[in-house]
């Protein structure tokens, strides 16, 4: 498939407990629109390979005018050709935007037509003669069902609509009664086997199509998990060296800013509330980073206390340095918790940050998270709840630890 279609709703692999039995409709009205689209683009190609293959059937039928005697060949051959305009209009209207929504009684229509043809054809010659275009009837009937790629229940409707066409012109035409009963039971027949044939054939289809966006869905789940830190729903550290080699890889003219974070005093709420609590301490610190950045800024959980934010777009370290303020201000908000045993646990802790603009000389994802991993240190060891700036342009670090 061309696009991965949402499958949110889908419950079960089995296609009988999502579709309904005699339409096929897949219960889920967002997963059939979806397979609607998908539909189109197959019977797109599918239908103008039908039509072309149809009417050149339909002319090679026609060497049968020349083997009768009487025929008046002018009145048939405006049936062929009209039938035959209805196959080009259709074939054109193929390449329509229109067809991607509407198809089905476009299609259905060139099928009453072509059958309907061959019908006029039977009426004009009468006797013995028409009875040799009943064969052509039925191969319509079959082309209808089998290789024109209508939906099963449209296609039994046009196949049930020319039979009920045919039955009301034997009225016109003086067959014998044994004959009548042979032909409607084969039009009867033809329109049970093309029926059922249809029927599988699309259940099978829509089988394919389902199985098919279950195995994207869950592919898709696998690709969000390898990328999503699954304590914090954060994007995790993957996902943060991708998004560094693509901005490396983009334009070098636009720079932007890291800023790497280490939670501090984090390990003493562990140790004295447990691993519960803690988690649920990452999680509040986690939003508060998340609320404390741009919507188009990314925040990523490294592992453990620490996080990595992405500013895009930051031409030097002015913008990074409001956002590290305004993240030590809301990280370092007491937190109030509730432990598993219904405890109300309060605390406090601060950050140390790390401030790197790139891209820079022979920057790569490796230099880019080691540098602002030094400065983070740096901020560290001058007494925590700070930041430091690394400066690339000296390949050192700034030498000013910064205090929030």
């Known amino acids: 498939m061309s696009q991965l279609p949402d499958t949110s709703e889908i419950e079960s692999p089995t296609p009988t407990s999502s579709t309904y039995p005699f339409t096929l409709r897949f219960k889920s009205n967002l997963l059939e629109q979806t397979y609607l689209r998908f539909y189109a683009q197959w019977l797109r190609g599918q239908s103008r390979i039908a039509i072309i293959i149809g009417m050149t059937l339909f002319v090679m039928d026609g060497l049968i005018d020349l083997s009768l005697p009487n025929a008046d060949l002018r009145r048939i051959w405006a049936l062929r050709l009209a039938v035959l305009v209805v196959g080009f209009l259709g074939l054109v209207y193929t390449h329509s935007s229109r067809f991607q929504r509407h198809n089905q009684l476009p299609m259905a229509v060139i099928s009453i037509i072509a059958a309907s ?23 319509a009937t079959f082309w209808a069902y089998l290789f024109l790629g209508m939906r099963f229940t449209s296609a039994l409707g046009t196949g049930l609509f020319i039979a009920l066409i045919y039955n009301l012109s034997l009225r016109y035409q003086h067959l014998s009664g044994a004959l009548l009963l042979d032909q409607n039971f084969d039009l009867f027949a033809t329109n049970v086997i093309g029926g059922f044939s249809s029927y599988f054939s699309e259940r099978q289809r829509r089988t394919l199509f389902h199985q098919q966006c279950l195995i994207d869905r869950e592919r898709l789940v696998h690709r969000q998990l390898a990328l999503e830190d699954e304590l914090t729903q954060l994007p995790n550290r993957r996902h943060l060296e991708q998004s560094l080699e693509h901005l490396l890889a983009a334009d070098p003219g636009r720079r932007h800013s890291g800023l790497f974070i280490d939670i501090d005093h984090f390990k003493p709420i562990n140790d004295r509330f447990g691993h519960e609590v803690g988690d649920i301490a990452l999680r509040i610190l986690a939003r508060r980073i998340r609320q404390s950045i741009r919507d188009g800024d990314v925040v990523c959980r490294l592992g453990g206390d620490e996080f990595f934010v992405i500013l895009l777009d930051t031409q030097d370290t002015d913008a990074a340095v409001q956002v590290a303020d305004k993240l030590l201000s809301a990280l370092q908000q007491p937190l109030a918790i509730e432990s598993p045993g219904g405890k109300q646990v309060h605390c406090t802790v601060s950050a140390s940050l790390g401030i790197i603009t790139f891209p820079f000389e022979r920057a790569t994802v490796t230099t880019i998270l080691k540098r602002a991993d030094q400065a983070m240190y740096r901020a ?25």
């Open 117 to 139: 043809g061959l019908i006029g054809i039977q009426l004009t010659l009468g006797g013995d003669e028409a009875i040799r275009y009943f064969p052509s009837l039925l191969i």
């Open 380 to 404: 560290k060891a001058a007494g925590r709840s700070g930041y430091t700036v690394f400066d690339p342009a000296l390949d050192e670090l700034d030498q000013t630890p910064v205090h929030g």
